[in-house]
């Protein structure tokens, strides 16, 4: 059964502080995203990574940068995090055309 | 950019109830139309997908493309509490297979 899973599930930081976002999938699948959920505007694409070292940058892109050194491990850092980049942060994995979410983690920088 | 719009915002059904829910995009080059439910302290889940005009019926879930009048539905019959989520519509893009665009969601409740 797909599997993706997030860590941490919730963290608070404060303003300016490095912040590292973990995703990781069971079934090497090449393709996967990150994106952020906010109240009444649905998910934005932050990035998204085609295989190791292939990533693109998504719509939202501007305070974040993405690592992917592994199939399976997909990570998200915010470089000196700030108030507006609160959210809930998801990652997806796609093996073919569905895409499978983690279960998300709540970042709150005060 | 293509936009995709999902109406209403949230919406109330009883229980047993029949749940309409619409969903407008702008390019008609898209390809693929998802319906995704995300239950509270989830992450989203795919429900069904529709690629041709017409109807695809998914046990309780039927969805309806119409292409040309850019439009998507989903329709949930005989509603049950359970159904209570908020529901995404989002469409693949006609230049990438690998994106998709949402919309910003339907809150659904359904009333015992």
């Known amino acids: 059964d797909m599997k993706v899973t997030q860590m941490p599930r919730y963290l608070i930081k404060r303003m300016g502080e490095n912040v590292l976002l973990e995703c990781g999938q069971d079934?090497?699948?090449?393709?996967m995203y990150w994106y952020r959920q906010d109240p009444g505007l649905g998910l934005q694409l932050i990035y998204i990574?085609?295989?190791?070292?292939?990533?693109s940058e998504g719509d939202i892109p501007k305070g974040y940068r993405v690592s992917r050194k592994k199939r399976e491990h997909f990570s998200l850092i915010l470089d000196s995090a700030k108030t507006n980049q609160t959210s809930v942060y998801f990652c997806a994995s796609r093996p073919q055309w569905e895409q499978y979410f983690g279960p998300g983690t709540r970042l709150t920088v005060l | 950019q293509q936009k995709v719009q999902q109406s209403p915002e949230s919406l109330i059904v009883p229980e047993g109830g029949m749940a309409s829910l619409n969903c407008t995009f702008s390019?008609?080059?898209?390809?693929y139309f998802w319906w995704y439910r995300q239950h509270s302290g989830e992450g989203p889940k795919a429900l069904m997908s529709i690629f041709s005009n017409g109807d695809k019926k998914e046990g309780r879930f039927t969805a309806h493309l119409n292409k040309a009048s850019l439009h998507v539905s989903l329709h949930i019959k005989d509603s049950q509490p359970s159904d209570s989520a908020l529901y995404f519509c989002?469409?693949?893009?006609?230049?990438?297979?690998?994106?998709?665009?949402w919309g910003s969601g339907t809150k659904l409740i359904i009333k015992p």
């Open positions: 390019d008609r080059n898209s390809q």
């Open positions: 079934m090497s699948h090449e393709t």
């Open positions: 990574s085609y295989d190791v070292d292939s990533n």
């Open positions: 989002a469409v693949t893009p006609g230049d990438s297979n690998y994106q998709l665009i």
